[in-house]
């Protein structure tokens, strides 16, 4: 099946510092791809779409200027936690939609991002 | 509110016995439904879809059901091994943008 690589798998980083985490399709292309945030014992929720050349949209509730996303290419999308506090502590999963492909999405494998 | 409900939020049964997962709905009317694995510190894996006018799916040792009148789905493994034990999360696409609503999931533990 296609393949969706997220890095890194863990981070730690210090309060008001910020994070990038990479998205990338490995053998097809994307033109969306999907951003989920996922807490201890929680299911996922999705935070924001990624569309390549274009702007994400966000779901209500999550901040934009927050979580920066850049969809440059249609195999990498990227989420940057800005100014990241204890709070934004997290699994952060992406999923991504073959352009050619059926409807099934297909996910990274997550990153864990602890702020300390 | 729309949500998703998944039947229990734990449950263990013993191996070669058949696991029976609850997936339950309001306020939607999808398309399709899906059913993922997850394990600890890893992404969902996709297992099976099921559409609307289908009322059962097959793959190996799983089966889903999906009843759209009591808005629906079970998943099913039967001959059930250790190796299954992990969550099991159903989604839902309600407005067919593939923006997926997952359910609250329920861990499976299959004990040898």
């Known amino acids: 099946g296609a393949v969706v690589s997220q890095h890194p798998s863990r981070v730690i980083c210090k309060s008001g510092t910020s994070v990038k985490i990479e998205c990338r399709s490995l053998?097809?292309?994307?033109?969306?791809m999907f951003w989920y945030r996922q807490f201890p014992k929680q299911s996922l929720m999705l935070m924001a779409t990624s569309n390549e050349g274009s702007k994400a949209t966000y779901e209500q509730g999550v901040e934009k200027d927050k979580f920066l996303i850049n969809h440059a290419s249609l195999t990498l999308s990227t989420l940057t936690v800005t100014s990241a506090h204890p709070e934004d502590s997290s699994f952060y999963i992406c999923?991504?939609?073959?352009?050619?492909?059926?409807?099934?999405?297909?996910f990274g494998q997550g990153t864990r991002l602890t702020v300390v | 509110s729309q949500k998703i409900e998944q039947n229990s939020e734990a449950l263990n049964i013993q191996e070669g016995k058949t696991a029976t997962l609850t997936c339950n709905y309001t306020?939607?009317?999808?398309?399709?439904l899906q059913w993922y694995r997850q394990d600890p510190g890893r992404g969902p894996v996709f297992l099976l879809l099921?559409?609307?006018?289908?009322k059962e799916k097959r793959k190996e040792r799983l089966k889903v059901t999906f009843d759209t009148t009591l808005k629906q789905s079970l998943f099913h493994i039967t001959a059930s091994q250790p190796a299954d034990s992990a969550t099991y999360l159903c989604a839902l696409d309600p407005s067919g943008t593939y923006k997926y609503i997952f359910g609250t999931g329920t861990r499976l533990k299959v004990l040898a």
């Open positions: 053998d097809f292309q994307a033109t969306t």
């Open positions: 306020n939607y009317s999808p398309a399709y």
């Open positions: 999923s991504a939609r073959d352009n050619f492909g059926g409807t099934e999405a297909f």
């Open positions: 099921i559409r609307e006018n289908e």
